[in-house]
């Protein structure tokens, strides 16, 4: 049994590996050089470091900066080179308590952004249990960072373009996803065990996973994002606070499954002053700040797994069956808070170890003592009478059936999702794509364009002096306008690819990828005539519009147009149509200019 659990382990450590090793392994942008320079008293400002002299600065091996607890302020330079894409700089470590950016060019500062796990949640310009910043510029630009911290001072910088850095986060928010479902599966079967048995070492179990979940969500930042992002305070103090908690429970759970206190009552006292020792941390936790309580936290986390394992080990020597499956459960996760905590005082940097290793060994504990339980209860139910079979035997269907409720539930909520994410990218009133998707939509087409050599169309469409029938007929005829129009669009515009926004008010924006001029413009002149003739009949009487038009084509501006310019031009273009009376198409010929197409 012990060879095939070995086996196993194995095979979940490599998929997690592999798995998180792909999110890693995707297109991140290759990193420059980074320097860094450590501000012993903090007195150096961006203005003293601007065009230092390159002695000043120590060159940083990797771009995971790791230099355990100090109180020091560390700077970091590197210089971004010319590119015609957004990018965004990630610094994968979520406890760092103040960064402050600079960007500059010309030797000023061009923008400074703060983030930190000091400020409230919201203040972050990207909602990301990391730390995601902006870059300000697409030109060359040098970036210096300015790290004040109470944790690890742990630096891990990577630049990304933002969809490659979406595609990232995907898997690993999948992998943390699945990670703290299980978590929470376990609490519900064994608060469900324990509610049924009334075993205290269910009850016992069950907090102990929750101290870990909660311990983990800490560490991982996942608990700041989702659970008190209101709350700095806790976000300062949770680290010692759950991890206290997790060794009260992990001792009491130890001491129950392993029954030390019949078997081994040194090995129980052990166990009672971890609790004793981890309670007064709590206390202590609440009181003094985190600078002063990590290091004691972290030591005492080494000396309290260590006496764990030694616990099981002993008892596994003695005989007890399922103390080798504890002993090699509790190992797998006491080690890894063992490796994190020595990687934490700054002994080594493997960031994938710290971050994912407690995870991963968390996950394989919480099963293997789950069969731990399994096997004590057992061993428990042949010496008790027939009607506590009989309880287990309805425990085993009430635990089905909750976890097919558990099931519906969860279908009824992809089902709920899928649906709010229709409704997001949707115009409440029209039923047509909002700004927001067009927002994502055209820069995608126009990179799209670029590579194929295919020509992007952008059409801008405005209803001509809408305010006045707003103003005579009021504003539920505008809207049965509104709706009405963009009936009208999708019946016109079906070619494939083609795609209708509603961009705010009465604008429409048509996205016509692989469209050419004359095709484009004889279709919206179409367009223009069918809605010109055409009869809008509202519950104040039929109405009649027309539309100006403004229109912009890739291929026919100069230079290389970004998507922001080509929109610029097509709304340049629509601003010249109805400055020459309305009712008209123009086509933008420059990105400041607009001429009437012949």
């Known amino acids: 049994m012990a060879k095939t659990l070995v086996r196993w382990l194995a095979l979940v450590g490599i998929a997690f590996y592999?798995?998180?090793?792909?999110?890693?392994?995707?297109?991140?942008?290759?990193?420059?050089?980074?320097?860094?320079h450590v501000d012993t008293n903090g007195s150096q400002s961006v203005q003293n470091l601007i065009d230092k002299e390159p002695g000043f600065w120590s060159v940083l091996n990797n771009n995971a900066a790791s230099f355990g607890y100090t109180s020091a302020t560390y700077w970091f330079h590197f210089t971004l080179p010319p590119v015609d894409h957004d990018r965004v700089i990630r610094i994968a470590y979520p406890l760092l308590d103040k960064v402050d950016i600079y960007y500059v060019a010309n030797n000023e500062v061009i923008e400074r952004v703060s983030v930190g796990d000091a400020q409230e949640f919201n203040e972050r310009p990207v909602e990301n249990r990391n730390f995601v910043v902006p870059v300000a510029s697409r030109d060359r630009v040098q970036v210096y960072l300015k790290v004040e911290t109470t944790s690890s001072m742990r630096v891990p910088l990577s630049v990304w373009e933002p969809t490659e850095l979406l595609g990232d986060e995907q898997v690993v928010n999948t992998a943390t996803a699945m990670y703290f479902g299980l978590l929470l599966c376990m609490i519900i079967y064994n608060l469900f065990s324990y509610s049924v048995t009334r075993?205290?070492?269910f009850g016992y179990y069950s907090a102990y996973i929750l101290a870990i979940g909660l311990l983990l969500a800490s560490l991982?930042?996942?608990?700041?994002?989702?659970?008190?992002?209101?709350?700095?305070w806790l976000q300062s103090k949770a680290i010692p606070l759950f991890g206290s908690v997790a060794f009260i429970f992990a001792s009491l759970v130890a001491s129950q499954i392993l029954q030390t206190k019949e078997r081994s009552p040194k090995l129980h006292l052990g166990l009672q002053a971890i609790m004793g020792i981890a309670g007064l941390l709590f206390l202590a936790s609440l009181i003094f700040p985190y600078e002063v309580m990590i290091s004691i936290v972290l030591i005492m986390a080494i000396l309290a797994s260590s006496f764990l394992i030694f616990t099981g080990f002993v008892l596994w020597r003695q005989g007890l069956a399922y103390a080798r499956i504890y002993t090699l459960a509790l190992s797998v996760l006491l080690l890894a808070i063992i490796i994190n905590a020595i990687g934490y005082l700054g002994f080594f940097d493997s960031f994938f170890i710290q971050r994912y290793l407690i995870m991963l060994g968390s996950a394989i504990e919480i099963m293997l003592l789950s069969l731990v339980l399994a096997i004590r209860f057992n061993e428990d139910r042949k010496e008790r009478l027939a009607v506590e079979k009989r309880l287990n035997s309805r425990l085993e269907v009430k635990v089905k059936q909750r976890t097919e409720e558990l099931e519906a539930v969860m279908r009824k909520l992809k089902e709920m999702n899928q649906r709010l994410e229709i409704k997001s990218n949707e115009d409440r009133l029209t039923k047509l794509y909002n700004r927001g998707v067009l927002d994502d939509d055209l820069p995608l087409e126009?990179?799209?364009?670029?590579?194929?050599?295919?020509d992007i169309a952008v059409v801008m469409i405005d209803i001509d002096h809408f305010k006045?029938?707003?103003?005579?007929?009021?504003?539920?005829?505008?809207?049965?306008?509104?709706?009405e129009l963009s009936r009208l669009l999708k019946v016109n515009f079906r070619r494939a690819g083609d795609r209708i926004y509603r961009y705010g008010g009465e604008e429409f924006v048509i996205l016509m990828p692989g469209a050419q001029e004359l095709g484009c413009h004889d279709k919206v002149l179409t367009v223009t005539e069918v809605i010109r003739r055409h009869t809008f009949k509202t519950e104040r009487g039929e109405v009649n519009i027309t539309?100006?038009?403004?229109?912009?084509?890739?291929?026919?501006?100069?230079?290389?147009?970004?998507?922001?310019?080509?929109?610029?031009?097509?709304?340049?273009?629509?601003y010249q149509a109805k400055n020459s009376g309305r009712d008209q198409i123009r086509i933008a010929r420059s990105l400041k200019d607009a001429s009437e197409k012949p």
Do not use: C, F
Request: net charge negative; hydrophobic share 35%; glycine share 10%.
């Open 468 to 483: 006045k029938v707003n103003d005579k007929y009021g504003h539920p005829v505008g809207d049965e306008i509104l709706v």
């Open 547 to 574: 539309v100006s038009v403004g229109m912009a084509l890739l291929n026919s501006l100069p230079g290389h147009a970004s998507s922001k310019q080509l929109l610029e031009a097509a709304d340049n273009a629509l």
């Open 199 to 201: 075993d205290p070492r």
């Open 220 to 232: 991982d930042g996942t608990g700041y994002q989702y659970l008190w992002p209101w709350s700095e």
């Open 446 to 454: 126009v990179r799209r364009a670029r590579r194929t050599g295919y």
């Open 18 to 36: 592999w798995g998180l090793g792909a999110a890693s392994a995707s297109a991140q942008e290759p990193m420059p050089p980074i320097y860094y």
